[in-house]
């Protein structure tokens, strides 16, 4: 069975822009979450989409947006880059968002905001 | 404020000795504590998970300790290996909820 796979797996983008990265979950999967990895602050939770709908949201600003598809695949958006947006982007993708149901990481999308 | 800390930041040993990694949290609503490998160019892979309920849990040479009175939980990795060496990180997470909480990561290195 194919992994959670994101794509792009390495973008370079200006401050100011915009950037959508992709996410197709592991198949047979509803539930995927989204977290911000840097060196700095480690990896924190962006928030997290089953059917269709977001149930948790993290501390981040409303640049970061997300959306959820009806075949489970999700997108992140983030408006207005600024460079403190440099960072990998994981995805994760679990059977339901039951009690400590697993979840499986993507590889990641290295952003670096120029 | 960090939800979860984890120590040591790094850690060196020799192949064959036991490394131990710390974790403490403060937010008695935690019921899922799972330990997360990352190797260089990779996401975090889960590998080994602990509820409340139980004080240890081992699968393979991973063993998790865990103090409920003391709010802290810890890897022990037996016989170590150079292949273990990567980043490790403990998280934390409420009933029903997938957004982990990690801890900072420690730094494995294994030295053959």
């Known amino acids: 069975k194919a992994g959670v796979t994101q794509t792009p797996r390495y973008l370079i983008k200006t401050r100011g822009q915009q950037v959508t990265l992709s996410c197709s979950p592991i198949s047979g999967h509803r539930s995927v979450s989204w977290y911000q990895q840097t060196p700095g602050q480690g990896l924190q939770f962006l928030f997290e989409?089953?059917?269709?709908?977001?149930?948790n949201k993290g501390n981040f600003p409303g640049r970061f947006s997300g959306r959820q598809f009806s075949n489970s695949r999700s997108e992140m958006n983030v408006s207005t880059l600024e460079l403190g947006d440099s960072a990998l982007y994981l995805c994760?993708?679990?059977?339901?968002?039951?009690?400590?149901?697993?979840?499986?990481f993507g590889p990641g999308t290295r952003l670096t905001v120029l | 404020q960090q939800q979860v800390k984890q120590s040591p930041q790094s850690l060196i040993v020799q192949k064959g000795g036991i490394p131990i990694i710390n974790c403490a949290y403060e937010?008695?609503?935690?019921?899922?504590f799972p330990w997360y490998q990352q190797f260089p160019g990779k996401g975090p892979a889960l590998l080994i998970a602990i509820r409340p309920d139980v004080s240890e849990k081992k699968e393979g040479r991973f063993t998790i300790s865990f103090n409920k009175s003391a709010k802290q939980f810890s890897l022990h990795i037996m016989d170590s290996q150079p292949g273990d060496s990567a980043t490790y990180f403990c998280?934390?997470?409420?009933?029903?909820?997938?957004?982990?909480?990690f801890g900072t990561g420690t730094r494995l290195t294994v030295i053959p």
């Open positions: 994760a993708s679990s059977l339901a968002p039951s009690e400590g149901d697993t979840q499986y």
């Open positions: 998280a934390a997470s409420k009933g029903g909820a997938n957004n982990l909480f």
């Open positions: 989409y089953f059917s269709e709908t977001q149930r």
């Open positions: 937010n008695t609503a935690f019921d899922y």
